[in-house]
C-alpha cells in the first residue's frame, strides 16, 4: 500500500455477515466523506479479509452498508493485485463466460461453479478520493464482479439455478451458521 504500510495491520477483526442477514441483499450506499473513517474501514477489511482467509471483502459483509471493498486476489498468472476501492463501478465485463468454482465468507465452506467474465474493469476512487482504474483478469476479474455484486446486494448464489443453487442453499441451511 503507501510507505511500507501492511494493509490490515492497524485494523480490527470484525464479525462476518453471513447469508440471510439483510445487509447483504441491499445495495450499498455511496461513499460521501473521503475522512479517517473511510480509512478505518478499509483497514477493518484488511484486517478481516486475511484472519478469514479470503482474496476479496466487501463492506457489507462487515454490516456496514457502503461501497467500499478490499483485495488481494492473484489473477490466473499468479501475479498478486493487492487495494481498495471506494464508490467502485464495474465499467466492463466482456470476454469468455468461465464457469470455475467460487467461494465466499459470508457463506463458510460452501462453494459452486459460477459464471463469470474473465475480464473486467472496475472505476472507483481511493480511500482519499483520488480516481482509480482497475483492471482484471481471470481469476481476479471473478474476484472484481464478485465484490461488486456484493455492494449491489447480491451473493454468488443468486447466480446459481437449478440444481447448483438448490445445492448451495440447501448446504447453507444444514450449515452451523445458517441455523
Not at 453471513?18 to 447483504?24: A, I, M, S
Request: glycine letters at 12%; charged letters at 20%.
Amino acid at each position: 500500500m503507501r510507505n511500507g504500510h501492511i494493509p490490515g495491520a492497524h485494523g480490527r477483526v470484525r464479525p462476518l455477515t453471513l447469508l440471510g442477514d439483510p445487509v447483504l441483499h441491499a445495495p450499498c450506499k455511496d461513499v460521501t466523506d473521503f475522512g479517517p473513517e473511510v480509512a478505518t474501514l478499509v483497514e477493518d477489511l484488511f484486517a478481516t479479509m486475511y484472519a478469514a482467509q479470503g482474496v476479496g471483502l466487501a463492506a457489507n459483509q462487515i454490516g456496514q452498508s457502503l461501497r467500499v471493498f478490499v483485495y488481494d486476489c492473484p489473477d490466473d498468472e499468479d501475479v498478486r493485485h493487492l487495494g481498495h476501492v471506494v464508490n467502485p463501478r464495474l465499467v466492463e465485463a466482456d470476454g469468455l463466460v468461465l464457469r470455475g468454482p467460487e467461494g465466499c465468507l459470508s457463506l463458510p465452506g460452501l462453494e459452486a461453479g459460477t459464471q463469470r467474465y474473465d475480464h473486467a474493469v472496475v472505476e472507483g476512487f481511493t480511500m482519499t478520493g483520488e480516481p482509480v482504474t482497475i483492471h482484471g483478469t481471470g481469476f481476479f476479474a471473478r474476484c472484481l464482479q464478485h465484490e461488486c455484486d456484493h455492494l449491489e446486494g447480491r451473493v454468488y448464489v443468486d447466480h446459481l439455478a437449478g440444481w447448483r443453487r438448490r445445492r448451495v442453499l440447501r448446504q447453507a441451511a444444514r450449515a452451523p451458521w445458517g441455523r
